[in-house]
């Protein structure tokens, strides 16, 4: 089944502590994306990245880390996690970064940040 | 810059009520325009799409229409189900901004059986 996995669901955690979320997707998808979604506020973009080895701020990316080792993996790391990034968290890909290649999102990380 | 404004929810209404979502948008450059539907506890999915002015794009009963002159894509529906209940957010994406997607704040819809 083509998916994108996100990995875990939820977590919760304390500041300071380094944490990783993993997506993986199984669609030789070549775009991923990294999306923060806060209530009144929609889905804003972290980062994202084109290629493998290719990897470009988004929006809002203050705090994060990412890397794209291989095509099917785009990992989103915090090193130093603070109560702000308190949100629910999601990974995408699309085929190509353009206009008839849709987003296939994951299901979500809920992160909890104390 | 590029910028979604969608109508604030939530939005309630009873099955086979007309459902309307007013989007309206800023974008420099010439955007295409999406509709994406999150169901509870999943991510977002693609409802549809209009790439140039004029274009409906349609999907589920669901219809949209890309309107250049008054910046807007409006969902529409003429006679939702409970199984409509979702969150729907509006978004825009161009060319000159690597086709990242922007996203409006969503609008929550229940329907009520």
């Known amino acids: 089944e083509a998916q994108v996995t996100q990995n875990p669901r939820y977590l919760i955690t304390v500041t300071g502590k380094k944490l990783t979320v993993t997506c993986s997707q199984n669609?030789?998808?070549?775009?991923m994306s990294w999306y923060r979604q806060d209530p009144g506020l929609g889905l804003r973009q972290i980062y994202y990245?084109?290629?493998?080895?290719?990897?470009d701020k988004g929006d809002v990316p203050e705090g994060y880390k990412v890397s794209r080792k291989e095509k099917r993996n785009f990992p989103l790391i915090l090193e130093s996690p603070s109560p702000n990034q308190t949100s629910l968290y999601f990974c995408?890909?699309?085929?190509?970064?353009?206009?008839?290649?849709?987003?296939?999102f994951g299901n979500g990380t809920r992160l909890t940040v104390t | 810059g590029n910028s979604v404004t969608q109508m604030e929810g939530p939005v309630t209404l009873s099955e086979e009520a007309f459902l309307t979502i007013n989007c309206t948008y800023t974008a420099t450059g010439y955007p295409s325009l999406f509709w994406y539907v999150q169901y509870p506890g999943e991510g977002l999915q693609l409802l549809l799409k209009a790439t140039k002015a004029d274009d409906k794009g349609s999907n589920k009963g669901f219809e949209a229409t890309y309107r250049k002159e008054t910046t807007s894509f409006h969902l529409e529906k003429g006679s939702v189900q409970v199984s409509d209940s979702a969150v729907y957010f509006c978004a825009l994406s161009v060319a000159s901004n690597d086709y990242k997607l922007s996203f409006g704040a969503g609008t929550t819809v229940t329907v009520r059986a």
């Open positions: 990245s084109m290629n493998v080895e290719v990897t």
């Open positions: 995408a890909s699309s085929l190509m970064a353009v206009v008839n290649s849709p987003l296939h």
């Open positions: 669609m030789n998808h070549e775009y």
